[in-house]
Nanobody, 118 residues
């Protein structure tokens, strides 16, 4: 069973930056899609960024232009660089992976908390 473990969450100031990392227990080459979900307090979990095996990245409008996502096949990680953070970026961030090319939801990490103070 694949395990995904997130790291890098924490407290940041508005306008600051954080980088999250998701380490897979196995090779990420087989994942058709990997992504990051965010669940803000009182809201549903939403897919905010990801990268398909083809190398194409995608972003939710709320983070586009501020967040960068990439896969490192040597380290078997998916990373999310978050820049110009806003208080509304606060939430639990989950890494997920999928075998297919649809929304990644076959494998999940336990989540890492990001809190942005104004």
């Amino acid at each position: 069973q694949v395990q995904l473990v997130e790291s890098g969450g924490g407290l940041a100031q508005s306008g600051g930056s954080l980088t999250l990392s998701c380490a897979s227990s196995g090779s990420i080459k087989s994942f058709g899609n990997m992504g990051w979900y965010r669940q803000a307090p009182g809201k549903e979990r939403e897919l905010i960024a990801g990268m398909r095996r083809s190398g194409s990245a995608y972003f939710a409008p709320s983070v586009e232009g501020r967040f960068i996502v990439w896969r490192d096949y040597a380290k078997n990680t998916l990373s999310l660089a978050m820049n110009n953070l806003l208080p509304e970026d606060t939430g639990m961030y989950f890494c997920a992976a999928g075998d297919g090319m649809g929304d990644p939801n076959d494998y999940w990490g336990q989540g890492t908390q990001v809190t942005v103070q104004s």
